[in-house]
């Protein structure tokens, strides 16, 4: 289980119409179990009725989610169980757009939905009445708006697997690429170097309580409010391995840490998600309080050094949640978000040109050339989610943001430009509907020789994605920051990345990261902040470059040492998360994440 898309993708759960995708996890459930169509038929005289048939009570009875299954990923299930949750999703689907062609009220079937959440044991009832009605008006809105949407399409683009397709033609799309040969740019004739810092995944909980409940029962605990009595897992000082956020002092010894040890720092990469994990109760004022007293703070750490920021999935209200620029309905846009970074990420920190304000108030992304020969490309992946619903409303709305990638990387190949890119989601994310991923791919490929490096977040974890080129000259790396958060299970931190200037390759990074155990045994004192090791020494490669990685990958693979130093930094040696039970092919299941190519060693793994 990936803990950044399954934390991103727990909210979800909470929202009772997919409730039963989660809820065969531990029962084997076969198709012949429970008919669609024979449970819709159960859930709508449930509904309208209001009473229960044995039917439907021996189906919730079996269906309902065990607590310690709550958090698994359904998107890597296969066979029976992958059809079984692909028939469930779409039979709820259609017994509540059915209910609301009818013209049941909005309240209707929120308390409908409120109600089956919580006999499913989805969530506590205060979790579900809060995720449910955050996200019931951009649902029904939906659901309203489009006349054709059906469960097939709104399954197919959560799930889109074999055992669940997605189907709707609407969702096909291609961008214009230039089939134009590559154009070499030639390195720069200097042997300087810069030190680019990368911070991801704060998730500030303005709510964290030292020594709350750690272990509450509800997607984020160690919060004010949560503590009761017989409580026995406290939060720490400093954070917590349960399912807790970050204090604020943490949040501040982190950048102090930084700014303290780094003196020789040109830029800093921040890739995204400052808010909370509190899904269920976050607000539009809440948000804009906290991304603002973030950013205040790292401007006030930083002063003159230049920040280059970007949009999480959990920035927008409610999270997830990024609305086409046109939808511009108070309770529904996302354009309020747009425009408040705008102006503090280039008005008031002046961290960004006037020239990039026009994209991120389209989107969320923006470019710019800090240097000659070097351009910054920053994208908004976050609309491409699955757990975006506005996807089921304009369905082509992201091949916008892939049209403009492709004409910004053709420009610099013309001028002459290397490239970074930095998005929340990696590359590699199954989360993101398969149309964005194949264009994508479709981008990188053509223009692989002008990007030197990916930067991205969300997954929490440290690790790195890899994809060869099929001249084997260039190729592509995505580096992942991690993240200051230690939710779910890890240690926090951040990397210093050495790059060439002569063509912006990374050459070597450092991780750095303290032992959550040991600060909040001694939370009078600051954590002790240390190098955890250096990626060139760590895993003796000669440098970093997507060829030189990718020959490493094919050697490390078959080198039980290495895939044991791999699998403990991915975990960034947290002893929760390492004393789980892996084997040596679980392991190599992990390190085989980080190639995208199927033409691999890990082939027969």
Sequence with gaps: MRVGDNTAMMWFKYFIFCALIFAVHGVSLQLDDINATAFANEIKTWVKEQRETHTFRQMINRL????????????????????????????????????????????????????????????????????????????????????????????????????????????????????????????????????????????????????????????????????????????????????????????IDALTQINDTHKDIDAIYFTGDIIDHGIWETSKEGNIESLMQIYDKIKDTFKNIPVYPIFGNHEPQPVNQFAPTYVTEDHLTTNWLYKLLADLWINTYNWLPESTRSTILQGGYYTFSPKKGFRIIVLNNNICYSYNWWLWYDPQYPANQLQWLADTLLNAEKNGEFVHILSHMPVSSKSCIKTWRDEYLRIINRFSHLIKAEFNGHTHNDELVLLPSSDTTNGYIAWNGGSITTYTKLNPNYKVYTVASSNYEVTDYDNWMYNLNLANKNSHERPNWYKSYSFKEEYGVSDLSAKSLSNWFNTAVKNETLVNKYYKHFYKQAPPSLEADCNLNCKKQRFCQMALTTENACNNI
């Design 64 to 251: 309902r989610i065990p607590p310690e299954l709550q958090n698994c990923d359904w998107k890597f299930y296969k066979g029976e169980k992958a059809k079984s949750i692909c028939t469930i999703c779409e039979g709820i689907f259609k017994t509540f757009i059915n209910f609301r062609r009818q013209g049941k009220s909005d309240e209707f079937i929120e308390n409908s939905v409120i109600n089956l959440c919580t006999l499913l044991n989805i969530q506590t009832k205060r979790v579900c009445e809060g995720a449910v009605r955050l996200n019931m008006p951009i649902i029904l809105h939906i659901v309203d708006s489009r006349e054709n949407l059906t469960a097939n399409t709104i399954c197919g683009t959560i799930l889109e697997s074999k055992s669940c397709p997605l189907k709707d033609p609407e969702f096909k799309w291609n961008i214009t690429l230039s089939n134009d040969a590559a154009t070499i740019i030639p390195d720069n004739e200097t042997e300087e170097k810069m030190k680019i810092v990368q911070i991801t995944d704060i998730h500030y909980d303005p709510l964290y309580e030292p020594n709350g409940n750690a272990n509450c029962k509800e997607p984020v605990c160690c919060r004010k409010g949560q503590n009761t009595t017989g409580t026995t897992s406290l939060a720490g000082y400093w954070g917590d391995y349960q399912s807790c956020d970050t204090p604020f002092h943490a949040v």
